[in-house]
C-alpha cells in the first residue's frame, strides 16, 4: 500500500469519525439548541422590522415574496407599431394616442403623459419606456431652465418645464434633483403625473 492510500484511509477515518463525534446524543442537542436559539433572534428581528414598518406582526418585508409580483419596477417595453418613429426621443414623456394600445410623444400641458421614453427606437422596434412614478430617478429632457429641487411639469413637446404654480392648470411629473439649462437633460425623481390647478 502506498503513502497515497494510507492518506486515504487515514482522511477516511478521520472523517467517520467526527461525523460519530457529532452524532452524539449530547452534540446533536447542543446543535438544534443553537439553531433553534438563531431562529428565535432571527423571528424577533423580523418582529420588529415589521412593527416599526406598520406592518402586521411576524411580516417581513425584507424577504416578502409574492407570485403577484410581476416586475420589480415600472419599466416595459413598448412593441414597434409600424407608425410612431421614438428614435429620436429619448428623454422624452409618451402618452396615449386615443388609440387603444397606442402610445405617442406626448403633446398635451394638461393631459396626464404616461411614462419616458427611455431608449428611443424606429416604429419597428420596441422601445423601453418607464412609467412615470414607477421608476427611479430618470433624465428627462429640459424644455427650460430648471433649478434644482423645483417641482417640474410637463409641457407640450414631450419634455419638462418648472411648475408654473398655483392658478394654472398643468400636470406635475416631479422634483429636478439638479440644475438643467433649456434643451438638456435633467435628472427628475418621477411621480405619478398629478394635474393641477389650485397648488
Known amino acids: ?8 484511509l487515514a482522511a477516511t477515518m478521520l472523517a467517520i469519525g467526527f461525523i460519530t463525534w457529532l452524532l ?4 446533536l442537542r447542543k446543535i438544534q439548541a443553537r439553531a433553534r436559539w438563531h431562529f428565535a433572534k432571527w423571528r424577533a428581528a423580523s418582529m420588529v422590522r415589521s412593527y416599526r414598518a406598520g406592518l402586521p406582526v411576524g411580516f417581513d418585508p425584507v424577504n416578502f415574496n409574492s407570485a403577484l409580483f410581476a416586475r420589480t419596477n415600472g419599466v416595459f417595453q413598448y ?4 407608425v410612431t418613429d421614438f428614435s429620436a426621443k429619448t428623454g422624452l414623456l409618451a402618452a396615449n394616442s386615443g388609440t387603444a394600445n397606442l402610445l405617442v410623444v406626448n403633446t398635451s400641458t394638461t ?15 420596441p422601445t423601453d419606456m418607464g412609467v412615470l412614478g414607477a421608476i427611479g430617478p ?3 429632457w429640459a424644455s427650460g431652465a430648471i433649478n434644482k429641487y423645483q417641482r417640474v411639469q410637463q409641457d407640450g ?6 411648475d408654473a404654480g398655483a392658478g394654472n ?3 406635475v411629473v416631479g422634483v429636478a434633483l439638479e440644475a438643467a439649462t433649456a434643451g438638456s437633460y ?14
Open 1 to 8: 500500500m502506498n503513502t497515497t492510500k494510507y492518506i486515504a
Open 24 to 27: 452524539q446524543p449530547a452534540r
Open 79 to 82: 412593441a414597434g407599431d409600424g
Open 111 to 125: 393631459v396626464p403623459a404616461v411614462a419616458v421614453i427611455l431608449n428611443g427606437q424606429n416604429s419597428s422596434l
Open 138 to 140: 430618470v433624465r428627462l
Open 157 to 162: 413637446a414631450g419634455g419638462v418645464v418648472v
Open 169 to 171: 392648470q398643468r400636470v
Open 186 to 199: 435633467v435628472i427628475v425623481a418621477t411621480i405619478a403625473p398629478a394635474p393641477l390647478d389650485t397648488w
